[in-house]
C-alpha cells in the first residue's frame, strides 16, 4: 500500500472519529430527546454522556477524543508519521482503559465508543505501516 493511500486512509477514519466524538459531545449537553444510543440499561452511551467517566482528570472525555483525533488528522494532512503514531498510541490506550471502565467497572457496554476503539486501533494499525515505510 502506498505511502499516499495510508494517509488518506488515516484521514478518512479522523473524520469518522471526530463525528463519533461530536455526537457524544452533542448527547451531552443538547440533551436531545432522541437517544439512538441509549438501547437499555446495559447497552447506552450514558456512562459518557452523564456518567461516572464523563469527564477524565475535570476534561469531558469526549471532548479528548476530539483533541486527538483533530491532531491525528493535522498529522495526515501535513504528513507527520510520528505525531499520528504517537496520538494513535495514547489514543489507543485512553480508549482500552475506558473500555475496561465501561465493560469490568459499569458492566455497560457504550456502542458510539467500541466505534471510536475499532477507529483508533485501525488508526494506530496504519500510523505503524507509515513509521515501518518511513523507516525503510
Do not use: H
Not at 484521514?11 to 463519533?20: F, M, R
Not at 469527564?55 to 508519521?81: H, R
Amino acid at each position: 500500500m502506498t505511502t499516499e493511500k495510508l494517509y488518506t486512509y488515516v484521514k478518512g477514519l479522523c473524520v469518522i472519529g471526530i463525528g463519533l466524538a461530536l455526537y457524544l459531545l452533542w448527547q451531552r449537553y443538547g440533551s436531545p430527546s432522541i437517544q439512538p444510543c441509549s438501547i437499555n440499561a446495559t447497552i447506552n452511551c450514558n456512562a459518557l454522556i452523564s456518567g461516572p467517566l464523563k469527564d477524565t482528570f475535570g476534561i469531558p472525555t469526549a471532548a479528548i477524543g476530539l483533541t486527538g483525533y483533530i491532531l491525528i488528522l493535522i498529522g495526515a494532512i501535513k504528513k507527520l508519521p510520528k505525531l499520528i503514531i504517537g496520538m494513535a498510541s495514547f489514543g489507543l490506550v485512553f480508549c482500552l482503559w475506558l473500555g475496561y471502565q465501561e465493560l469490568f467497572i459499569l458492566k455497560v457496554i457504550c456502542p458510539v465508543c467500541i466505534m471510536c476503539q475499532i477507529v483508533m486501533l485501525s488508526v494506530f494499525g496504519l500510523s505503524w505501516k507509515l513509521n515501518k515505510q518511513k523507516a525503510t
